[in-house]
């Protein structure tokens, strides 16, 4: 493990392979839209309970209104987007990672 | 008034039995701290729990790390008296769960060691910003720690029905007492064993307090919600956002403030220092994804069940009674457990359920603040006594001696300034907590982990900038001066600020501070990256290496 941090060089050269290049992409080109996507999503939801007051009050059944569907989609929306990152992550990201990991360590691989 | 009338209200039976289910629950506690003392040996261990909690543990730890008092008697108060704005704060809580998934949790546990330091100094000059580091982390858990623990001693009140003064005290003495024991001698194992029979707890308590408030109602929500609106004498209003936050009276700035609330919430919980510690107590950065989903999970059922017990205390309480016995609502959850109870069980039903919502609330706040506490102490012994006073040269026995000393410290000076913070309107705390969190501590970590450019001038920017701007706006904001509550009824005016009636030096117009202060944070941090020349290459490459794929990470100690 010393060795590995001493061995600068050789992270400096892995940082910029190309195998780093697609474990970087793997994960940003998921994490950073999704996180784009999250919270323009939940500051459309903080704005319509501040702007749209006639919208949200709109009653759908009964006495739920649409600020409750709103709402309760933000729940689904957080559980659904936990679900498919998890998903990604094992799928995409994790083989390239431990790939990059073993070669850094000589093979051994982190348990 | 609200005391008196809660002194006649509680039963002696009720008294006793609250007190026996929380001494049962302490008993317990120190049991387990005993045991979890015995197993902590190394600094991981006292720090990290070993790291070697499963993701399932861990998750339900986070559950019991974040869930404060605030959220259970907080929120089921805010939608008890307020209606639907109460649910603002729930989803704010939940959705910011996905910030610390996505881009914070996994990367931090590759990179760091013990603390949020851990990874903000990584390719830094070390004391500059392990200095910043503890500064931030000890004025944020120093925040939410007096807000709950001031809200322990009110608790204590309304629920066993002893009103004074020298109640309070000795409850507030008594919470810091058990913290101060379950993290010096538990320390992180300890600690998060707390948290998980707290969050079994909470959730059983709230879990069975849906299902009766939902029997009630015949599982009909349309009904649960009509009945509220009509109880609460608001009527549809009641049902939709606007009534407390962002009211037709308030115009812009209330709608500004809403937003500024909002991103305060959504970016704040990734950047608090004791639910970060939380990843460092698994083995992988794959549990710590695994804990994080299992703890949405769960703080997002906790959320949806807060609906039910705001809607069903205006239901079935009404309005009067909780304001009769405290303002703010914060009894709302525990007479709806009375309340439904005794209709399903009869009355002693009534008493069993309210003493053990009692109980589970206690449980709640004495689990939030050991976090906190335990959060604190760790950064001063790991960044600033070890990093910053000795270098990193300090023996690691020291260092941990050092973290049990400060958990002591900063424990007896949180007792010390609850004690004296109990006269004054401090339930602006948790939010500025979280404003702290999200305007200083989300962009340091956000540019260290993502910012290639990112260096020590631009840490300590962001971290002293942030935590400068908003605690700075919130001193001349509202609610510290000139915030003035005009009872409906009779007219009379009273202060909803920190300062009393007729001090008046704000001139920022917000309660939250974050909409200004966050960016604020970001720009001084980019700011400050680019006013310096400093680039470290190499622990750049290591550090984005090793966080991404885990490489030379801190194992799991075996024992």
């Given at each position: 493990?010393?060795?590995i941090r ?30 784009a996507?999250?919270l ?5 939801y ?15 059944w009964?006495?739920?209104n ?18 498919l ?19 850094l ?7 | ?6 002194a006649?209200?509680v ?40 790291r070697?909690?499963?993701g ?91 807000a ?32 101060i ?9 300890g ?11 909470l ?16 599982w ?36 500004l ?87 399903v ?65 900063i ?8 004690i ?30 993502f ?32 915030k003035v ?10 202060s909803?600020a ?22 604020l ?37 075996v024992h």
């Open positions: 493990m010393s060795d001493q061995d600068s060089d050789r992270l400096v050269a892995m940082q910029n392979s190309p195998e780093f290049a697609r474990l970087r992409k793997a994960y940003r080109g998921f994490a950073f839209p999704m996180t996507v999250f323009s999503w939940y500051l459309l903080v704005l319509a309970s501040g702007w749209a007051r006639d919208f949200m009050g709109t009653e759908l009964g006495n739920i649409v600020a409750y569907v709103f709402g309760l989609l933000q729940f689904v929306s957080t559980f659904l987007i936990a679900w990152y998890e998903r990604h992550m094992e799928k995409k990201v994790d083989p390239l990672a431990a790939r990059i990991r073993d070669e360590e000589g093979g051994v691989s982190v348990r | 008034m609200s005391a008196v009338l809660a006649t209200e039963s002696s039976g009720q008294q006793a039995l609250t007190s026996a289910l929380f001494l049962s629950f302490v008993a317990i506690t120190l049991y387990i701290t005993f045991r979890a003392s015995r197993a902590t040996k190394t600094a991981a261990d006292y720090y990290a729990g070993g070697s909690f499963s399932l543990q861990n998750g339900v730890a986070i559950g019991g790390d974040y869930m404060s008092a605030a959220s259970f008697l907080g929120i089921a108060g805010i939608i008890a008296l307020s209606g639907y704005d109460g649910f603002l704060y729930s989803i704010g809580f939940l959705v910011a769960w996905l910030v610390a998934l996505l881009l914070v949790a996994e990367l931090m546990r590759n990179s760091g060691k013990y603390t949020m330091g851990d990874v903000l100094a990584f390719r830094m000059r070390q004391r500059p910003v392990r200095a910043a580091a503890g500064v931030s982390t000890i004025v944020v858990s120093i925040f939410y720690l007096i709950q623990m001031v809200g322990a001693g009110a608790l204590v009140s309304l629920l066993l029905g002893v009103s004074s003064e020298t109640a309070k005290n000795v409850t507030i003495v008594a919470v810091g007492a058990l913290m024991f379950y993290v010096v001698v538990g320390g992180m194992k600690t998060t064993y707390i948290q998980i029979i707290k969050a079994l707890l959730m059983t308590g709230a879990t069975l307090l849906t299902i009766m408030v939902m029997f009630q109602f015949g009909n929500v349309s009904d649960l919600l009509g009945t509220a609106a009509k109880e609460s004498g608001k009527g549809d209003a009641f049902l939709e956002p606007g009534l407390r936050y962002a009211t037709e009276a308030q115009g812009l700035t209330g709608k403030d809403l937003i500024s609330l909002g991103l305060a919430l959504v970016l704040g919980t990734a950047g608090l220092p004791h639910i970060l510690i939380r990843f460092y107590t698994v083995p992988t950065a794959h549990a710590a994804r695994k804990s994080v989903v299992w703890g949405i999970w769960i703080i997002g059922s906790f959320y949806l069940m807060t609906l039910a017990l705001g809607f069903g205390a205006a239901a079935l309480v009404g309005p009067e009674a909780i304001t009769a016995q405290d303002p703010a609502g914060n009894t709302a959850a525990p007479q709806l457990a009375r309340e439904v109870g005794a209709e069980f009869g009355t002693t039903g009534g008493t069993i359920m309210l003493a053990f919502i009692a109980s589970v609330a206690f449980a709640t706040i004495l689990a939030v603040v050991a976090g906190l506490t335990l959060a604190s102490s760790s950064s001063v012994a790991h960044d600033v006594y070890a990093n910053y006073v000795h270098r990193g040269e300090a023996p690691e026995g020291q260092e941990v001696k050092v973290a049990r000393i400060s958990a002591f410290v424990g007896a000076v949180a007792i010390v300034l609850s004296y913070a109990q006269k004054l309107n401090v339930a602006f705390l948790v939010a500025l907590a979280f404003a702290v969190a999200a305007s200083a501590n989300l962009p340091a970590i956000l540019y260290s982990l910012w290639k450019r990112f260096n020590t001038a631009g840490a300590v920017a962001a971290i002293y900038g942030g935590l400068i701007s908003a605690v700075g706006l919130v001193i001349f904001s509202p609610v510290v001066s000139g509550k005009v009872d409906p009824a009779t007219g009379e005016e009273t909803a920190l300062f009393g009636l007729g001090t008046d030096f704000h001139w920022f117009p917000l309660d939250n501070p974050g909409i200004v202060s966050i960016p944070g970001f720009f001084f941090g980019w700011l400050g990256t680019v006013l310096s020349k400093e680039h470290n290459e190499y622990k750049a490459a290591e550090l984005e290496v090793r966080s991404l794929t885990g490489v030379g990470m801190e194992k799991a100690s």
